[in-house]
């Protein structure tokens, strides 16, 4: 048995048949014990999970927020975006499998670096440079996926994986992020919409103060972090 937070993840063997692996959470704390564990089953259960984390890590989002306000089009955006997650699919298949091994604090510290970065970035958007985070936003994406893959490893290794259906729930989790993420980009696409419709345009104004919003939180997490060391 494995616990994280208030989830219970509980494997069982049963007569004659393959170890099962069941999630006890507060809204389900009854389980039904299947005869055998589909793959299906193991998708279904953790693409929610991966969809659920993305959606409670408040630094992942925090991120994809400064990377929806830095990048205008769309197109580069969900580009950035879909690197992103390649990037960390990388590296939590080869924390999964044990290839890598980061120690938790100093990668969550890097993880708020990424995010300080991006406020930077957005705050000198207006001085008609080029830059790499604007222009080609996947291959800045790219490198930050690879660390924040290694924040999402040390989650799913609290949460627990099925012996038998690993790449299965691998692939479903990584999936489960990405949805979160595109709906969490939708839903603040929708906002500025109607913001734009009921309310003044958003000018340069409001992006330097959400820059600085966004840098100020993502500094605390650092030196909270690097304090934690």
């Known amino acids: 048995m494995e616990t994280q937070n208030n989830d219970v993840l509980v494997r069982l063997h ?5 170890p099962l692996t069941l999630r006890f959470t507060p809204d ?11 793959t299906w089953s193991v998708l279904a259960a953790y693409s929610v999970l ?42 939590l298949a080869l924390a999964t499998f044990g290839v890598l091994n980061v ?16 406020a930077m970035e957005i705050a000198k958007d207006g001085e ?16 930050f996926g690879l660390l924040h893959g290694l924040g999402f490893a040390g989650a799913l290794a609290d949460i627990g ?11 479903a989790f990584n999936l489960g992020v990405e949805a979160g993420q595109l709906c969490f980009i939708g839903a603040l696409a929708l906002v500025v919409a109607v913001w734009r419709q009921v309310a003044l345009p958003l000018g340069q104004k409001a992006t330097i103060v959400a820059a600085y919003g966004i840098g100020s939180v993502s500094m605390y997490w650092l030196i909270e972090r690097t304090a934690g060391f």
């Open 14 to 18: 049963p007569l004659q048949s393959e």
């Open 28 to 38: 389900a704390a009854v389980q039904t014990i299947p005869v055998a564990q589909s």
């Open 50 to 91: 991966g969809f659920e984390h993305i959606l409670e890590g408040w630094d992942h989002l925090l991120f994809v927020l400064a990377l929806f306000i830095l990048v205008r089009d769309r197109w580069r955006l969900f580009g950035a975006v879909t690197a992103f997650t390649l990037a960390h699919s990388i590296t």
């Open 103 to 118: 120690p938790g604090p100093p990668v969550e510290a890097v993880i708020a670096l990424s995010i300080v970065f991006l």
């Open 128 to 143: 008609g440079r080029f830059r790499l985070s604007k222009e080609k936003p996947w291959i800045v994406c790219f490198g």
């Open 161 to 171: 994986l099925p012996a038998n259906d690993i790449p299965a729930a691998l692939l």
